[in-house]
T-cell receptor, first 112, second 116 residues
Framework: KQEVTQIPAALSVPEGENLVLNCSFT??????LQWFRQDPGKGLTSLLL?????REQTSGRLNASLDKSSGRSTLYIAASQPGDSATYLC???????????FGIGTKLQVIP | GAVVSQHPSWVICKSGTSVKIECRSL??????MFWYRQFPKQSLMLMAT?????????EQGVEKDKFLINHASLTLSTLTVTSAHPEDSSFYIC????????????FGQGTRLTVV
């Protein structure tokens, strides 16, 4: 059974800092990994999707890496802004066909 | 990306009543949709897989008679919480995977259910 762990559970940083969020998963036989953002009381916003054949993906100030063999992914946020404050979720497929297992998330607060 | 619409975004209901939540794929067909729920300070957990034209499959521990799922068309799945109780208060969210998207999951906006 796939298990996903995210560290840290919460993070508070001053505006402008670069930061790294970590995700680990137990079953490395995945075909992709996805990072989401969840604002309080809201749905999920897809940030980045990394296929198993890729090592990283970039979108603006976000960069996600994937090391499938070690069961790890990181989400790097450059020059953080208060608008980045949210919970960041890591998700990997489990049991096939695009149903996913989520980590509990990292709650990020960027202080102006 | 593909659009998944979920309605309502929030609902408050009395204990003992039933609530229906709709999940629609707006610009693609989905033979399969997934329903998740999230209790406070916990991760999103898969509840069930909704299959168009056939019965849903439920994850262990999810009562199929309480959480009725109907996937009557290729663009609509509904989740009905029957005889809701306060412990059913949660955030429910659906996902629909379009074909040809390399496995990317698209989610609805979610529904915040509060049972009083």
């Amino acid at each position: 059974k796939q298990e996903v762990t995210q560290i840290p559970a919460a993070l508070s940083v001053p505006e402008g800092e670069n930061l790294v969020l970590n995700c680990s998963f137990t079953d490395s036989a995945i075909y992709n990994l996805q990072w989401f953002r969840q604002d309080p009381g809201k749905g999920l916003t897809s940030l980045l999707l990394i296929q198993s054949s890729q090592r990283e993906q970039t979108s603006g100030r976000l960069n996600a890496s994937l090391d499938k063999s070690s069961g790890r992914s990181t989400l790097y946020i450059a020059a953080s802004q208060p608008g980045d404050s949210a919970t960041y979720l890591c998700a990997v497929p489990s049991g096939g066909y695009q149903k996913v297992t989520f980590g509990i998330g990292t709650k990020l607060q960027v202080i102006p | 990306g593909a659009v998944v619409s979920q309605h309502p975004s929030w609902v408050i209901c009395k204990s003992g009543t039933s609530v229906k939540i709709e999940c629609r794929s707006l610009d693609f067909q989905a033979t399969t949709m997934f329903w998740y729920r999230q209790f406070p300070k916990q991760s999103l957990m898969l509840m069930a897989t909704s299959n168009e034209g056939s019965k849903a499959t439920y994850e262990q521990g999810v009562e199929k008679d309480k959480f009725l799922i109907n996937h009557a068309s290729l663009t609509l799945s509904t989740l009905t919480v029957t005889s809701a109780h306060p412990e059913d208060s949660s955030f429910y969210i659906c996902s629909a995977p379009p074909r040809g998207t390399a496995g990317e999951a698209f989610f609805g906006q979610g529904t915040r259910l509060t049972v009083v």
